[in-house]
């Protein structure tokens, strides 16, 4: 039977997606000061479980205070309340109640750990950002004390998000955070056993998976984000990514979530212009696709055992039924449009709608030289940052109970959430032991 959106899809750990929809990890930014779930998580996942989706993947869930994406998130550490335990089981509660599965991201920013909150973030090596605006400290290497800690933190999040309720978690190995760093050879300057050649340099990676494994036991769902590429000379290639794949393929990862980019070239945030990083044969139809990453996705489905899901930039149902009857993706993400509308999916999968808005294409921070293509670096940042802003907005006023502001001005947005980072972090810094 050809595969389409409506399609149920069950994975090798026995979880179910009754359709392929799946909302992907998108940082909310709504924890309390002391990093803990606060019932805006509860609001705004119940918006998203009510609109039909077949899969729900939280933002990015830490495991180490110290090491943050931002000071609203959610943190599981060594000791844990149960006072925060029963605000996980009430996400988890609220996200499945409309017949999702549900998915817990799991991450440690690495050396993309504000300043703000850490002047010093642990990292593989000490390579810092190459980013304008001073957000980021120096970045020292970890020792390999630290290292296992992470490995820990990772069992430790599998074994919370079971007990309260969560179907699994998704290792986050992309998007230029801890382990994404310590795949990358620019960022991985080691020469000890988690440096140098792919298998150490992966071998983080591999081991947090099969702690997570561990944790989770039988029935739980362990999955990995992964970047197709870091679009970075001398970083983390294609051909990086398929090895990766090689070997999750031996771990039994229920699926990959295919994506790519860093906070240094970031593609997920901006993919107009992608260029080309292996030499692959792409069919016209697929150049008229709309799926930034999909073209990866068609190359690593040679190579992989599990299910791939596919995010960034699938707007219209032809483009996903197509991606899914041809095999380049059993599950299709969605991100942003779930930011301004929640109820999209159950009108894509009963037809009455046949795409999704394309918000995006609207959020510029002004024309020509600060477009989205201006040669000026710091412009460029903006305007992905700047769209950024304006979801993070969408998503505070959702977990509120509010409607989108769907004429809120870019600008303003990335204004308005810069100054309620600063006052969280603030209030974050008053309750740091």
């Known amino acids: 039977m050809t595969a389409t959106i409506n399609t149920a899809l069950t994975l090798a750990s026995g979880l179910t997606f009754p359709n392929r929809l799946v909302k992907a990890a998108m940082t909310e930014g709504l ?12 609001t705004l996942y119940r918006r998203w ?28 550490g060594p000791k844990i309340s149960n006072e925060a335990l029963d605000g996980f089981a009430c996400w988890a509660d609220a996200s499945k109640s409309h017949g999702a599965a549900l998915v817990m991201q ?5 050396r993309q750990t504000p300043k703000l909150i850490n002047p010093r973030p642990a990292a593989p090596s000490p390579v810092a950002l190459g980013l304008p605006g001073g957000q980021f400290g120096e970045p020292r290497a970890m020792t390999a004390e630290e290292i296992q800690a992470v490995i820990e933190g990772f069992g430790r999040a599998a074994k919370v998000a079971k007990q309260t309720g969560f179907d699994g978690i998704q290792v986050h190995a992309a998007h230029g955070y801890l382990l994404s760093q310590f795949l990358s050879p620019l960022a991985n300057q ?4 988690w440096g140098g050649p792919l298998e150490n340099r992966a071998r983080l990676l591999v081991a947090c998976v099969k702690e997570a494994k561990i944790a989770g036991g039988a029935g739980f769902s362990v999955s990995v984000k992964l970047n197709s590429a870091d679009f970075q000379k001398g970083g983390f290639s294609f051909e990086d990514c398929l090895g990766v794949i090689d070997t999750l393929d031996t771990l039994g990862v229920d699926f990959v979530e295919i994506s790519g980019g860093n906070y240094e070239q970031p593609k997920m945030m901006d993919q107009e ?10 069919s016209a139809s697929t150049q008229a696709r709309e799926a930034y990453f999909l073209k990866y996705a068609r190359a690593v489905q040679d190579r992989a055992k599990m299910p791939l899901m596919v995010t960034g930039g699938f707007r219209t149902v032809a483009a996903m039924n197509e991606a899914l009857a041809s095999g380049e993706a059993d599950l299709i993400g969605l991100g942003r449009p779930l930011c ?21 294409k609207k959020l510029r921070i002004g024309p020509g030289l ?9 412009i460029k940042a903006l305007n992905g940052f700047g769209a950024m802003g304006w979801y993070y907005e969408q998503i505070r006023r959702l977990g509120a109970g509010q409607d989108p502001d769907e004429k809120m001005a870019v600008l303003s947005a990335f204004l308005a959430n810069q100054k309620s980072e600063k006052a969280a972090a603030k209030a974050w810094r008053a309750e740091a032991p």
């Open 31 to 42: 924890a309390d000061s002391r990093n803990r779930v606060t019932e805006a998580h509860v």
């Open 49 to 76: 479980a009510e609109g039909g989706l077949g899969g729900i993947i939280t933002g990015n869930v830490q495991i180490d205070h110290d090491h943050l994406e931002q000071v609203g998130n959610v943190v599981i």
């Open 106 to 110: 799991v991450n440690h920013a690495g």
């Open 190 to 193: 080691r020469q000890d056993d």
């Open 273 to 282: 212009g992608m260029e080309p990083v292996f030499d692959q044969p792409v």
């Open 340 to 360: 301004v509308d929640t109820t999209a999916p159950a009108r894509l999968l009963d037809g009455t709608q046949d795409a999704l808005d394309q918000w995006e």
């Open 370 to 378: 600060f477009g989205p293509h201006s040669p000026i670096k710091i």
